[in-house]
Every structure is written in C-alpha cells, then in structure tokens.
C-alpha cells in the first residue's frame, strides 16, 4: 500500500492530467493497478513519472486507458443478451409511450464500441433498422470512443464469438464506409447502417449531467470498481435518468443493493425495473415480440 502523502500527490496529478477522479474509486484495486503500472513504465518514482508524462499527451492517454480498464466484448456474458433479446426489450416496446415507437437506449462506459453495437444490433434483428431507435454511447476515454465512432477495426478473434449471422449481416471485412463494397483483409468493420444508430459523446459518470427519459440504461463492469458511496450515488442519478418502468442492466458480478430504496425492482439477474410513480412496478404484458429472424 502507497503512504497517505504519496497517494494524495498520486491522486491530484491523475486528476490534473486526465481528470479521472481516483477518490471515488476503491483504493486497494487502484494502487495494485498503479503499483504495476509504475514498475513496467520503469520510472523509479511517481515525481519522475509524472514530470516526464506531463508533456506528452500519447503517454497520459495510454495512462488514462490503463487505469479505466477498457475490457469488453460483443454480447459480453451471453446468456444475459439473450435475455435482454427475448424478454426485456419486448417488455420496453410493449410499454414505451404511444406517442413514441423508438426507445431511448443509453450504453454508459461504452469503451471500444462493443456494447453499444451490439445493443444496436439486436434493436436491428427486433424491428429493423428502418426504424432509428436512439441509442447513445458514452465514455471518458477520448481514445477509446475514436476508435468505437470509427467502427472497428475488430480483429478476427475479437468477432469470433458472434453468430455467423450477425457477422454476415452487420460487419464488412476491411476498411470500408459503406455497407456493400469491402476490401478483403483480417479486419472487420461495423456497416454504416448500424453505425448511424449510435451516437458517440464523451461523458465523464462522476460529473456530468445526465440525459433522462431512458427506457435502457446499460452500464456494465464500471461501476464494480466504484466505492460504496460512489455506487449509490451513481445509481440514484440512473434512476433519475430513466422513465417509470426503465431498466438498468449491470455487469454479472454488480448487484444493486437496497434496491427498494432507491427506486428498483428486481427483474432478473443484473436487470433492474424503476418502479412506477408511487412505488409501482408496471407489470410486463405476456406476448413475447417475434423472434429474430434467422
């Protein structure tokens, strides 16, 4: 463990330069993941360290990458996509309101882009990419969200787990801007179609506003790393962000606690319902949406 003093001066320099606010993180994670940092760049100290850093900007973007740990996957923890597929996005659907058909879907530390592609496409397969449901995608890293806007490139091994029919229909081998002619190479690129869906936009969680109105709020795997107090604060302002009967899906390993008293009900394994105006939990209405087709 780092002395009081020497993390405090850790602390305030990781803010100065990247604005990451390592208080409202939990401090032994951190300083494991600082420790090892430090030793691999191979600066004897966090003074030399930070002073040879300050004047290059490629150097605290890789910092700042390290440190918000940006590990993700298509359709990451695939049984709970699947379940978002067949019953939580039909359940928003069927109550969403009648003046509006498209839902408001807000992927949150969306890192390289693989949440929230593939929360675009499954809208896609459930009612078709003619209709433009809003699904924005935030992050506070400005690297990672350049290469997510870009589309790719993905990698052979980072496609590998999609259903072949996924990569046939929303990927392009190669570097192309559009959803027909593709060069032949290892890459794979997300066609434009689906591109278009997403809105791309920094965001820091910690002291940004929020939109509201959602009726999806996916924020998996960050808050995990969060303290306890930063945790349940973050979750009331996602309560706040969604509409009456919005979910919240979180990680695998993240549980919501006190989950009455902020404002859920439980629906499932990492997926949480706000409960209606005056603690009311709009009931989900039998009739599954189609199946996807095949």
């Not at 979910?247 to 499932?268: I, K, N, P, R, Y």
């Amino acid at each position: 463990m780092m002395e009081a003093r020497e993390y405090t001066y850790v602390k305030r320099q990781v803010f100065s330069l990247t604005g990451l606010d390592l208080g409202c993180y939990k401090t032994p994670q951190v300083q494991r993941r600082l420790r090892t940092y430090l030793m691999r760049s191979g600066y004897p100290n966090w003074h030399r360290f930070f002073r040879t850093i300050s004047n290059d900007p490629a150097e605290v973007n890789k910092f700042k990458d390290y440190l918000t740990i940006n590990v993700s996957s298509f359709f990451r923890d695939t049984e709970k996509f699947e379940r978002l597929q067949s019953t939580i996005l039909p359940e928003l659907m069927r109550t969403v309101s009648p003046r509006r058909s498209k839902l408001r879907v807000w992927s949150a530390g969306c890192s390289h882009g693989y949440e929230p592609y593939s929360l675009a496409m499954l809208l896609a397969e459930a009612t078709g990419l003619y209709r433009q449901h809003y699904v924005l995608a935030t992050d506070i890293d400005r690297s990672a969200l350049k290469r997510a806007q870009t589309g790719g490139p993905y990698s052979t091994d980072q496609v590998a787990k999609l259903l072949p029919r996924l990569l046939t229909r929303y990927f392009c081998p190669g570097n192309t801007r559009g959803d027909v002619s593709c060069a032949a190479t290892d890459d794979y690129y997300i066609i434009e179609s689906i591109k278009r869906q997403v809105t791309f936009r920094y965001h820091n969680l910690l002291a940004d506003r929020f939109e509201r109105g959602f009726d999806l709020i996916v924020c998996r795997n960050v808050v995990i790393y969060f303290t306890a107090e930063v945790k349940e604060r973050l979750y009331r302002r996602f309560y706040d962000a969604l509409r009456p009967g919005g979910m919240l899906f979180v990680g695998g390993a993240e549980v919501v606690s006190q989950t009455s008293e902020l404002g859920f009900e439980t629906a499932g394994v990492s997926f949480y319902r706000r409960k209606e105006r005056g603690g009311r939990v709009r009931p989900p209405l039998p009739t599954p949406l189609k199946r996807p087709r095949s």
